[in-house]
């Protein structure tokens, strides 16, 4: 394992969206009449942002660890797959320095719910507020996400080494 003072990770998920499922983004359940298809609860920000923790340690990914062909896995809250997540990182000497993520998705408009999101991240992870950026774009009603057949997310993640 690396000995290194910083290391830097990146995640991406993405999801189909359809009628009568479930909507939670970043452990948030936000009213809509459609949500995104999943054996979890499809939270593509929590997904993307748990890859990140992964890859930042060059662990693998979330599929790997909890593949949704095991039952032990459906259905379970991604802020549990998160928290495990960063179980694996703290492990292993590093911590949370800060996170950046993208949420990409054409409605309904999630600026309502970002506070709840970051703030729902930052106690998952035990990190104050400030360490946690999200931000959220449209896909300008181009391709996938703009004709609202999904949903996608993207994170960074800056870890340190524990001194
Ligand atoms: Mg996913």
Not at 110 to 131: C, K
């Amino acid at each position: 394992m690396s000995t290194a003072p910083f290391r830097i990770g990146y995640g991406y998920d993405i999801h189909r969206l359809a009628e009568g499922e479930s909507l939670i983004i970043g452990g948030v359940s936000i009213p809509s009449n459609f949500g995104t298809v999943a054996h979890s609860d499809g939270d593509v920000l929590l997904h993307a942002i748990s890859d990140a923790l992964l890859g930042a340690l060059a662990l693998g990914d979330i599929g790997e660890h909890f593949p949704d062909t095991d039952p032990a896995w459906r259905g379970v809250s991604s802020l549990d797959l998160l928290a495990r997540c960063h179980a694996m990182v703290r492990e292993r000497g590093y911590e949370i320095a800060n996170l950046d993520a993208t949420l990409v998705l054409e409605r309904p408009k999630v600026l309502p719910y970002r506070d709840a999101m970051r703030s729902t991240i930052a106690a998952a992870l035990e990190l104050d507020s400030g360490q946690v950026s999200l931000k959220a774009t449209t896909g300008e009603a181009m391709g996938f996400v703009g004709r609202g057949e999904g949903v996608d997310a993207h994170a960074m993640v800056l870890l340190t080494k524990r001194s």
